[in-house]
């Protein structure tokens, strides 16, 4: 068996291997649910060194409980993960990433409370324009660090609660995160963060638009020196979204401007504001084109350089709306990358994949 198609196989095996994952495609009761979702991914990628590799992509799948306690009240738990693999690798073990593990209540009247690693109060609006395949995402703040968001809270955030809440045509998100010890904020970066609170509000103005405003914060100490920031320095965040749907659009959009929150390539801290959008147009024969556009500027000067420009031109055919597709995404970029020394102008690259929700 030759390297790549030990790489495909090791995809549909990562997920295939998972028993309660195939035992419970759905069950449901009069009181009881328990639902599996997940999708598997072959990803063929360039790279602006001028390689290429193929992996698994975004190949994930997750258990999802609901346990009705009377009328208005349900307890809820959710589960995700990620495997990665790469054709360098595929004699590896699959590399499993927990991406979601929460569990709270879910009351008719009083709205929804959970705790654990959740998808943040603020990723209720970000994610309107976070819809690409593989590129873009870069330009509204919430996957920062290391870690893409977790620690700091925005994109899947740890050790998070949450309040959600519907008030008619108005809903309330709100977070809390305690303090967290030794997070990498990047290679060699480490900091305490504490303080971690947001929120985020969203207003249906009709069937098919919607506006939205977030905001997070955390609090730096014991933080490693020389990388722009101080122990007692405040990381916020402010978004603003629209989305636009129907059955064959979506326009998204959202303005972001940050304080002491982006870590740029070279391993500074600055202050940032950017602008990303999102737009497909789906037809009746499968074919749906995609437009990704990210913008993102120091506002500061701390990061030395750093600019994130790029036009995402994507395709997509789906045998199968939204199940099943085959897609590809050029990056034109106008940005630059840190060569360990200094910025310099960003290459275009291109990437293509074959997708399977399940």
């Known amino acids: 068996m030759n390297n790549i198609t030990k790489f495909l196989v090791i995809g549909s095996l990562s997920v295939a291997s998972i028993p309660t994952a195939l035992a419970f495609?759905?069950?449901?009761?009069?009181?009881?649910?328990?639902?599996?979702?997940?999708?598997?991914?072959?990803?063929?990628?360039?790279?602006?060194?001028?390689s290429n590799m193929w992996d698994t992509g975004s190949t994930r799948w997750g258990l999802y409980a609901k346990q009705g306690i009377n009328d208005d009240l349900d307890i809820i738990a959710g589960s995700e993960w990620t495997v990665t693999a790469n054709e360098d690798n595929y004699d590896d073990d699959p590399h499993v990433h927990q991406r979601l593990l929460y569990a709270g209540l879910d009351h008719a009247r009083y709205g929804k409370l959970i705790f654990g690693q959740q998808l943040s109060v603020v990723w209720d609006v970000a994610w309107w324009s976070d819809m690409g395949m593989n590129y873009g995402s870069r330009a509204f703040g919430i996957y920062n660090y290391a870690d893409f968001g977790e620690a700091s809270g925005t994109g899947r955030g740890e050790k998070a609660l949450t309040w959600r809440k519907d008030f008619g045509d108005w809903t309330l998100g709100l977070q809390y995160q305690g303090e967290r010890t030794d997070t990498k904020?990047?290679?060699?970066?480490?900091?305490?963060?504490?303080?971690?609170?947001?929120?985020?509000?969203?207003?249906?103005?009709?069937?098919?638009?919607?506006?939205?405003t977030a905001y997070y914060q955390n609090r730096y100490d014991n933080v490693t020196p020389g990388h722009g920031i101080s122990a007692g320095d405040d990381a916020q965040l402010w978004l603003a979204g629209f989305l636009y749907t129907d059955?064959?659009?979506?326009?998204?959009?959202?303005?972001?401007?940050?304080?002491?929150?982006?870590?740029?390539?070279?391993?500074?801290?600055?202050d940032a504001q950017g602008v990303q959008a999102y737009v497909y147009r789906h037809f009746d024969n499968g074919i749906r084109p995609t437009f990704n556009y990210n913008w993102l500027e120091d506002r500061d000067g701390r990061s030395e350089g750093e600019k994130?420009?790029?036009?995402?031109?994507?395709?997509?055919?789906?045998?199968?709306?939204?199940?099943?597709?085959?897609?590809?995404?050029?990056?034109?970029?106008h940005g630059t990358s840190w060569n360990g020394t200094s910025y310099e102008d960003s290459d275009d690259e291109w990437t293509a994949g074959i997708r399977y929700y399940f």
């Open 25 to 50: 495609n759905l069950y449901k009761d009069t009181d009881t649910e328990l639902s599996f979702s997940g999708r598997l991914q072959a990803r063929y990628n360039t790279y602006q060194d001028g």
């Open 185 to 212: 904020l990047a290679q060699g970066v480490k900091a305490n963060l504490g303080d971690g609170g947001g929120a985020s509000l969203r207003y249906s103005l009709s069937e098919n638009i919607e506006i939205g």
């Open 247 to 270: 059955d064959n659009w979506h326009v998204g959009a959202t303005l972001a401007h940050s304080n002491n929150w982006e870590m740029s390539e070279s391993g500074q801290i600055f």
């Open 308 to 333: 994130r420009h790029t036009y995402i031109y994507g395709l997509e055919y789906h045998f199968e709306r939204d199940k099943f597709l085959v897609w590809a995404e050029y990056q034109n970029n």
